[in-house]
């Protein structure tokens, strides 16, 4: 079965704290996301990466980085955390873009930052 | 650009009326459609994929239909665990992993 695993479900971390949101997807996949869901805004993608080692800006990336020094894990960077940054934070994974292949979201981690 | 639009925002059923969401999208060229469930405080699950105009999917509840336009979720007597929030994203063709555009969702709440 596909599993996307965040490492935490609920964060409360303080303005100007770092934060590291941790993904882990077992099943090969070559590109992993980083989204932020918003009520009335909906999904919104942060950053992707395609390899190792790879990534690329999304559509709201200031204020988020990102990293991927293995294939199965992507982390999520909040170097300096703020209030507006308080949101759900979803990862996925996608192996390639070719028809038939789905992207798979993990169970989302809640950010609090106060 | 691409636009993905869904409605209602909200719908409110009772037990066994059978219903439809509606999935509008604008896209240069569609590689495919998806459909998620997403049930309060979790991530999206994978419904269906369709690729092309005239493709139908189904699964319990639950049939997904395509055209070159929009996309339906026809949910047929419906019951208290169908609520959920459904989203639809769009991929285009040539559209790499920037190329998703996702919906804002249809909030389904179905009562006993």
């Known amino acids: 079965d596909v599993k996307v695993t965040q490492s935490s479900r609920y964060l409360v971390k303080r303005t100007g704290e770092k934060v590291f949101l941790e993904c882990v997807q077992d099943m090969d996949h070559e590109n992993m996301f980083w989204y932020r869901q918003d009520p009335g805004l909906g999904l919104r993608l942060i950053y992707f990466s395609y390899d190792v080692k790879m990534k690329e800006k999304g559509d709201i990336p200031e204020g988020y980085s990102v990293s991927r020094e293995k294939k199965e894990r992507f982390s999520l960077i909040l170097e300096s955390a703020s209030t507006n940054q308080t949101s759900m934070y979803l990862c996925?994974?996608?192996?390639?873009?070719?028809?038939?292949?789905?992207?798979?979201f993990g169970e989302g981690s809640w950010l609090t930052v106060v | 650009e691409d636009q993905v639009t869904q409605s209602p925002e909200a719908l409110r059923l009772q037990e066994g009326e059978s219903s439809s969401l509606n999935c509008s999208y604008t896209v240069s060229g569609l590689r495919g459609l998806f459909w998620y469930r997403q049930d309060p405080g979790k991530g999206p699950e994978f419904l269906f994929t369709?690729?092309?105009a005239g493709e139908e999917k189904e699964k319990e509840r639950l049939k997904a239909t395509l055209t070159k336009k929009e996309s339906f979720l026809h949910i047929t007597a419906p019951k208290p665990e169908d609520s959920a929030t459904y989203l639809c994203a769009v991929q285009p063709l040539g559209g790499g992993a920037d190329g998703l555009t996702f919906g804002k969702g249809t909030h389904l709440i179905i009562q006993p």
């Open positions: 369709l690729y092309s």
């Open positions: 996925a994974s996608l192996n390639g873009f070719s028809s038939g292949n789905t992207i798979y």
